[in-house]
């Protein structure tokens, strides 16, 4: 099992969020969160000048079996990508163990 962690714009959210519904990806956590970005130079929109270093985001943290791992990259890949500076990230790690607390499966079926 893996862990994904993304964070992503919270413009994309419903989009990705949808995208992952339709490849049966149907639970996972999600906060707001403000991070820090590479970009230091502000932007002026309708002659407001405004910073860029607090970034407020989505972070979405998804456990998925082994063989979901690489589709679930892609969707987020496809859906969470605008081609501009501050799309955001994705970090995978393993997951040692699940466990469904109501009915305590373990493995895969915990998390299905």
Do not use: C, P
């Amino acid at each position: 099992m893996k862990k994904i962690e993304a964070i992503i714009r919270k413009s994309k959210f419903e989009e990705v969020k949808k995208a992952l519904h339709q490849i049966e990806v149907n639970f996972f956590s999600y906060w707001d969160v403000t991070g820090v970005g590479n970009e230091k130079q502000g932007h002026v929109y309708r002659g407001i000048s405004y910073s860029t270093t607090d970034i407020q985001r989505r972070y979405l943290v998804i456990v998925v079996s082994d063989d979901f791992l690489e589709r679930t990259i892609n969707v987020l890949l496809d859906t969470a990508s605008t081609g501009n500076v501050g799309d955001g990230k994705i970090f995978v790690s393993d997951v040692i163990e699940a466990y469904r607390i109501r009915t305590k499966e373990s493995g895969s079926a915990g998390i299905n």
